[in-house]
């Protein structure tokens, strides 16, 4: 394993998040989200690449490949760090996708994230949820949750991962963390025992169909604080989207359990930033009366946006709102922020109201 050991050193020295392996092409790096190819490289072999695959697993993990000619795993190398690994075939060859996960503890200060986060993490039950894209900080934002959970207060946290990608130390609180595939066969399994073993936290690695849905939404019924992720891009599309994971008949119950449990929704997307990485933009969801009203009445969810634009004093914050802090910070450049905006053109219109030069207006088409 010598070969593939070296390839994730060279990664995380180059202080990459991803590493593309694909036989027929050079290694492939993600450096600031943009992918590298890394020419200087040899091309790898169809032999070599199912090879070093086969390597980093062990016999159960081979035989679920082979079976179902996909896999994810966790994977580690001492003194360089733990990777999720997702093995899959195409075209008839095997790639690969390895994603450098951080073992180092970060605070949600540490992390930029507003400071709502910890308040939803101190919220003795309910269900508080973590979306965006692929690659966007969920998983990290989850970690320094549970750490800051860990660290403040006394509890049973139970996580149940596909894999486990952090792992956490006993603080304040046990910490058990079950792995899909090899602690538990599935997350709704794990989930229908879960009750039985007195937790008072439960992470759930990813909602993934209308059974995980449900059993999390029950479990946070009956009086746990709940942790997910969705991968969707904002608090309007999570709520739809964990409403049509149902049935049009069960939709309106569902609409009365997650108005009932729901504590928040983070949805983190980042963005590069001036001084070299990448920042986290932040909406948050925090659920009030009028947000509440606006999940169980259909034909007004689509007025969460204006609820979350209006709801400062809660701690809410959609993304134009934390894009255009992040510009007024000097964090971030008004081309960049205006590109990963949600609404372009109220975004605009809000620069435009700080009163920047005609030069910055011109670069992203404000005037």
Do not use: W
């Not at 990777?83 to 994603?99: A, D, E, I």
């Amino acid at each position: 394993m010598a070969e593939i050991d070296g390839l994730l050193k060279l990664m995380s020295d180059r202080g990459s998040s991803d590493l593309h392996l694909k036989v027929g092409s050079p290694p492939a790096v993600r450096l600031n989200g943009k992918l590298v190819v890394l020419r200087d490289l040899p091309t790898l072999g169809a032999e070599a690449t199912n090879q070093l695959a086969l390597g980093m697993m062990d016999e159960r993990q081979q035989a679920s490949f082979v079976n179902h000619c996909e896999i994810d795993f966790a994977y580690s190398v001492p003194g360089v760090g733990r990777f999720r690994v997702n093995v899959f075939h195409q075209r008839g060859s095997v790639g690969m996708t390895l994603r450098r996960v951080s073992t180092d503890r970060c605070s949600i200060e540490d992390l930029g994230l507003p400071p709502v986060v910890s308040r939803l993490a101190d919220e003795p039950r309910g269900l508080v949820l973590v979306t965006g894209t692929a690659g966007s900080g969920k998983t990290t934002t989850l970690a320094a949750m549970i750490d800051h959970i860990n660290h403040t207060r006394e509890g049973h946290i139970v996580t149940i991962e596909d894999p486990i990608e952090v792992l956490h130390r006993d603080d304040k609180c046990i910490i058990s963390q079950r792995e899909i595939g090899i602690d538990t066969d599935s997350y709704a399994d794990a989930l229908r025992h879960v009750v039985r073993q007195d937790p008072d936290v439960v992470l759930i690695g990813e909602m993934r169909d209308h059974e995980t849905v449900s059993a999390a939404l029950t479990a946070a019924e009956i009086g746990n604080l709940v942790f997910s992720t969705l991968h969707t891009i904002d608090a309007t599309e999570t709520i739809n989207r964990i409403i049509d994971f149902f049935p049009p008949y069960q939709q309106k119950q569902i609409r009365l359990m997650l108005a009932s449990t729901l504590k928040g929704i983070v949805s983190l997307r980042l963005i590069p930033s001036i001084n070299g990485g990448l920042v986290p933009a932040v909406e948050v969801l925090v659920m009030t009366g009028t947000v509440r009203e606006y999940i169980v009445d259909s034909e007004k969810t689509y007025m969460i946006r204006d609820a979350m634009e209006d709801g400062e004093y809660y701690g809410m914050q959609t993304f134009d709102k934390s894009l255009l802090s992040l510009y007024q910070q000097g964090r971030v450049t008004l081309e960049d922020a205006t590109a990963m905006a949600g609404n372009a053109h109220d975004f605009k219109i809000k620069v435009r109201q700080l009163g920047v030069t005609a030069e910055q207006a011109a670069q992203t088409g404000i005037y």
